[in-house]
């Protein structure tokens, strides 16, 4: 009985062996190793048993990345493909980067970078949360941070990240800013809190909005009974005050004032 006893022995060291070998690899395109494996797996007797996660910032989102895993407790360690497992975790659309781990005898290890927020997209009467790459990263939900910029219409999501980093530099108009709205997926208009529209060239937005800002230091112009300024034409500025109409309007608009 003592070589069948040794064999048996030596049978699992080796497949522990091997499994610890591969369980701290960092998984990427290269194809699972589980395949040569597999078929040991009844034998071993290794089972998941916990998985860890790291980098969540909501815990209740525990449960979406575990039922993405496709893992129940108690499969076999083993037998997992751990590439489709990553995959499918990846694709959550708050999840940026996911890496899936093997710690054996029976943990599996789930490190996950989120997606940043970066603003609040309004299109279409829907209202969500997206990255700077203008990935959706979730509903609008209570919690959410409502000092974010908020930018509206189609194609705004996948424009904005320019024309805010142009506006934060710029505190006069940023402290000001209601909402960025896309024109026709050409341009931009800035509604501010006073509900005054700027409404910006589809080229050239950076130095109309120096000059607006430099106006506003000489004129404070941004402060004042004014419904629209139209800096769309590099030589002049059209200024609609609240009261006028069209024809007033075209009136003003005829040289800079």
């Not at 003592?2 to 610890?20: D, E």
């Not at 805010?164 to 505190?171: D, G, H, N, Q, T």
């Not at 230091?217 to 500025?237: C, F, K, P, Q, V």
Request: aromatic share 6%; hydrophobic share 45%.
């Amino acid at each position: 009985m003592a070589p069948a006893v040794l064999a048996c022995f030596g049978f699992y060291a080796l497949v522990g062996a091997y499994g610890f070998s591969v369980s701290g690899q960092r998984l990427t395109g290269d194809p699972d190793v589980t395949g040569s494996i597999s078929g040991m797996a009844p034998f071993t007797g290794l089972e998941v048993k916990d998985i860890e996660i790291s980098g969540l910032t909501n815990e209740f989102r525990r449960g979406e990345i575990i039922a993405a895993l496709g893992v129940d407790y108690d499969d076999s360690i083993l037998w997992l493909n751990m590439t489709a497992a990553r995959d499918r975790v990846r694709q959550l659309p708050w999840i940026d980067q996911v890496e899936v781990r093997r710690l054996l005898p029976g943990t599996l290890s789930i490190s996950i970078v989120e997606r940043a927020p970066f603003a609040i997209w309004q299109n279409g009467g829907k209202i969500t949360v997206i990255d700077a790459e203008g990935q959706v990263i979730s509903e609008l939900v209570e919690d959410a941070d409502l000092s974010m910029p908020q930018i509206v219409g189609p194609g705004a999501n996948v424009s904005a990240r320019d024309i805010l980093a142009v506006i934060e530099s710029r505190p006069t108009i940023r402290s000001r800013m209601r909402a960025l709205v896309r024109v026709a997926d050409r341009r931009w208009n800035i509604r501010l809190r006073n509900g005054m529209d700027i409404r910006l060239p589809e080229e050239g937005f950076k130095s109309a909005l120096d000059q607006l800002v430099a106006l506003d230091t000489i004129h404070g112009l941004l402060s004042r009974e004014i419904a629209a300024i139209d800096l769309r034409l590099r030589d002049r500025i059209s200024i609609r005050l609240n009261s006028e109409t069209d024809d007033d309007q075209a009136l003003r608009s005829g040289g800079t004032s």
